[in-house]
């Protein structure tokens, strides 16, 4: 079984200011993990993903994540933050052994506030 | 532009009445999906479809009914039997096998009135 959990449900930063939203996972096979991105009444768009190999991954916009098998993290930064960033974000697992996005499972998002 | 097109953008629902929910995609992709959202709860898996003719029960999938006959669509009827409709529906597609990613449309608000 696989479950994901978002240790903040809210994040208020000032622009300019590092980001960090944390994700915990848990998955009875090598996973796959993913964050998302939702603007207000809009459909998800993917930042990055982890896939097994390099466990820093580079995504969109400047964030990044690492994988931490040893602490089953896979937490969200960013350097700076800009207004746009504001947003909900989603961590997702998958390790259905199969494949295909029906073994996802979302947690349950971060809400991220950006002071101006 | 390939993508996955969501109608329509709101829907009003009377108590009782069926309602369908449109989903097309021209990203070739064999897999597809809806998701409801709601406040605080991340997404849920309604119904799945692998290939064209088949589909199965996500999590929450009483209530609701879908069909697959074209590999670019995949409706969703929420059912009078649904009894509580109101939510924001997610539909996405995806590439068969292991780390593959759903890309999503914008979404459809529903709401019973």
């Known amino acids: 079984a696989q479950s994901v959990t978002q240790l903040d449900s809210h994040v208020s930063v000032s622009e300019g200011t590092p980001v960090l939203l944390r994700c915990n996972y848990s998955?009875?096979?090598?996973?796959?993990l993913f964050w998302y991105v939702q603007h207000p009444n809009k459909g998800l768009q993917l930042l990055l993903k982890y896939t097994s190999a390099a466990t820093l991954v580079k995504g969109i916009n400047g964030f990044e994540a690492e994988f931490k098998k040893s602490e089953t993290s896979f937490h969200l930064t960013k350097p700076s933050a800009h207004m746009s960033d504001a947003a909900e974000y989603f961590c997702v697992v998958s390790d259905f052994p199969g494949g295909g996005a029906d073994g996802l499972t979302f947690g349950k998002g971060t809400h991220l506030i950006i002071q101006p | 532009d390939g993508g996955i097109t969501q109608s329509p953008k709101y829907l009003f629902r009377k108590e009782g009445q069926n309602v369908t929910l449109s989903c097309e995609q021209n990203?070739?992709?064999?897999?597809m999906y809806w998701y409801r959202q709601d406040p605080g709860q991340g997404l849920r898996l309604i119904y799945y479809s692998q290939i064209v003719n088949d589909f199965q029960k996500g999590d929450i999938a009483e209530g609701y009914s879908v069909s697959r006959e074209k590999k670019e669509s995949f409706p969703l009827t929420v059912t009078s039997a649904q009894k509580n409709p109101t939510a924001f529906y997610l539909c996405?597609?995806?590439?068969?096998?292991?780390?593959?990613?759903?890309?999503f449309g914008q979404g459809t608000r529903l709401t019973v009135v």
């Open positions: 998955s009875s096979y090598s996973p796959s």
């Open positions: 996405a597609s995806s590439e068969a096998g292991r780390f593959t990613e759903a890309f």
């Open positions: 990203l070739n992709h064999d897999a």
